[in-house]
């Protein structure tokens, strides 16, 4: 080989030997020419041949917020061990996902489980059937902070601790029966007795389990013509259900009871 045929026979490498292996072996050529070493062919093109594409919010990035000096005095560093996105970002959840992220399928780990680079609003991957708790019905509707409230007097969903969010219905709605569904033994009225996440409608209530049955005459009697009985509860005044007079004669006077007979 010639002497001085190399660029590196005449200069330096600043980047201490990070170009060293294929595809460069140390040809400064292949990223700079003989008119300035502040110029280098890494364009946007080229960049998205390398192990890590610019995507996203990434393309306006400038070059220097990623390649930053290696220790104090070191050269810039264009190799990183680990290309997830903690070898740039900290964890801002606290750890709270750690099973999560580990968990995530080959091609999406780590925080893409959850995020994009087109923004950290973006959650695209995330799907929160994957919790214990889908989201459907009304709840498709409700915005994230009413169900998960942050810490202090924040608004937004940044220190929020996802693994708080109650469950059961009865612990996010309020009760606005009364003791009367209290389900004995246990203190507490269990709202998917009677409701689903569509509708107050009590969707899962079966009248046909009461000790009186709708069935015949009083198929289609709107529930308020023998439902009216209301009791103050704590300032509230709630409607009672029970008692109700199953007898025919409570409701219909003795006329009717009589031709029923
Ligand atoms: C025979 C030795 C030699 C070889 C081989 C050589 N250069 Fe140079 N080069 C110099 C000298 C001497 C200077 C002027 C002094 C200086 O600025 O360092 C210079 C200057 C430069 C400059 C301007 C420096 C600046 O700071 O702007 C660039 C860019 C450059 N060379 C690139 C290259 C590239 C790319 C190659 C390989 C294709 C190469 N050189 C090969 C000796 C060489
Ligand atoms: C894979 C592409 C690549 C290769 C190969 C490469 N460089 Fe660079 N080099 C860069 C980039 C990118 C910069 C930063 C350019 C800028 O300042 O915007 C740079 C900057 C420089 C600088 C100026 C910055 C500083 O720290 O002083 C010098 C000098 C330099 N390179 C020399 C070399 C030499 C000598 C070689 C061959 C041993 C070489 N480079 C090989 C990409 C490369
Ligand atoms: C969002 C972060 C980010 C930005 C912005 C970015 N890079 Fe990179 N760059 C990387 C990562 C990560 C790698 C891959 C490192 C690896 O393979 O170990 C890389 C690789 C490189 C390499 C090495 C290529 C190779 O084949 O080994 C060079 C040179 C480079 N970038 C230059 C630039 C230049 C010049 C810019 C600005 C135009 C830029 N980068 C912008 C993150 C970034
Ligand atoms: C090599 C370093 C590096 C890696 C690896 C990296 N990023 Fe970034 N990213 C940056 C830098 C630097 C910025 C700009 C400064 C900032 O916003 O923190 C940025 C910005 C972002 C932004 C903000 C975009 C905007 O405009 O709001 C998002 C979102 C993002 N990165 C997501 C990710 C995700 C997701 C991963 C993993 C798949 C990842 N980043 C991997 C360095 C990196
Ligand atoms: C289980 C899903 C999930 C995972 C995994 C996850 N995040 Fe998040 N992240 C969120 C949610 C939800 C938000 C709130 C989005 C919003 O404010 O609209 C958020 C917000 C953020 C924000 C913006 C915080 C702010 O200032 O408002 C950053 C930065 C962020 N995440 C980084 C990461 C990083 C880094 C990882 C990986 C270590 C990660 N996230 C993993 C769900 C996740
Ligand atoms: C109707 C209430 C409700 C709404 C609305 C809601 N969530 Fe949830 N979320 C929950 C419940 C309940 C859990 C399960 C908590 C548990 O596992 O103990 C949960 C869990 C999570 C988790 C934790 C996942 C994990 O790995 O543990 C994240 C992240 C999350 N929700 C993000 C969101 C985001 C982002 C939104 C808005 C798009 C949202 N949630 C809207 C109730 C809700
Ligand atoms: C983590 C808290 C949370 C849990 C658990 C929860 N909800 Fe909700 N739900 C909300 C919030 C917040 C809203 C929206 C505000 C509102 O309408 O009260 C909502 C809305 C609703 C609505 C729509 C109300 C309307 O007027 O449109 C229904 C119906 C409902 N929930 C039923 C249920 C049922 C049934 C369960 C149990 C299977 C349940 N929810 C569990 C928080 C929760
Ligand atoms: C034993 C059955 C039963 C249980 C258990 C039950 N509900 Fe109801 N709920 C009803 C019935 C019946 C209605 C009246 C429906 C109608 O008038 O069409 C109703 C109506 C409602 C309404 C709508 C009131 C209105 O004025 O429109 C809300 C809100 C409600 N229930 C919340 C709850 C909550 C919260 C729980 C759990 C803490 C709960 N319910 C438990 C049977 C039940
Ligand atoms: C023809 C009269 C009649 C009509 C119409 C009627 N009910 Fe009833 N309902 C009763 C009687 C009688 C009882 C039994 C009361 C008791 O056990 O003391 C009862 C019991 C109930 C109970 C108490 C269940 C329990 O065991 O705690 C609920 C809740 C209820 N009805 C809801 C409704 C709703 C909702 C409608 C309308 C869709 C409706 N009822 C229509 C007569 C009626
Ligand atoms: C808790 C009150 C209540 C009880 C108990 C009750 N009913 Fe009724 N019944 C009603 C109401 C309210 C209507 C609807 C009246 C209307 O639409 O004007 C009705 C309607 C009827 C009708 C239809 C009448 C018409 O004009 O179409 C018949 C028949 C009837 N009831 C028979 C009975 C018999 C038999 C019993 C006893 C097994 C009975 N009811 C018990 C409240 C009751």
Redesign the pocket.
């Known amino acids: 080989m010639v002497k001085f045929a190399l660029c590196m026979d005449c200069h330096k490498d600043v980047h201490g030997g990070q170009f060293s292996k294929a595809p460069y072996f140390d040809h400064c050529e292949k990223c700079h020419s003989e008119t300035s070493f502040h110029k280098s062919a890494m364009t946007l093109t080229l960049h998205q041949k390398t192990n890590f594409k610019l995507t996203g919010g990434h393309v306006a990035v400038a070059c220097i917020d990623c390649h930053k000096p290696i220790g104090e005095k070191g050269p810039v560093r264009y190799h990183f061990e680990d290309l997830s996105c903690t070898q740039c970002h900290q964890d801002p959840h606290r750890g709270e996902f750690a099973e999560r992220m580990a968990k995530g399928r080959e091609h999406d780990t780590g925080c893409s489980v959850c995020h994009s680079t087109k923004a950290w609003k973006d959650l695209a991957a995330f799907n929160h059937s994957s919790t214990t708790f889908e989201l459907k019905g009304a709840h498709q509707s409700v915005t994230c902070l009413e169900c998960h409230r942050p810490p202090n007097m924040e608004r937004t969903l940044k220190n929020v601790n996802y693994k708080q969010a109650p469950t059961k219905c009865e612990e996010c709605h309020e009760n606005i029966h009364g003791p ?2 209290v389900r004995k033994g246990s203190g507490v009225t269990l709202c998917a007795d ?1 409701h689903t996440d569509v509708k107050w409608r ?1 969707a899962n ?1 079966d ?1 046909e ?4 049955s ?1 069935k015949g ?3 289609n ?7 009216a009985t209301f009791q103050d509860v704590n300032g509230k005044s709630v409607l009672f ?6 007898a025919c004669s409570a ?1 219909h006077g003795n006329m009717l009871k009589s031709t029923a007979a």
């Not at 259900?241 to 199953?246: D, E, H, N, R, V």
């Open positions: 009367q569904f009677c009590p209530f009248h389990k009461t000790i009186f709708l005459a009083h198929e009697v709107r529930c308020k013509l023998c439902h259900y029970k008692p109700t007079p199953t409701c």
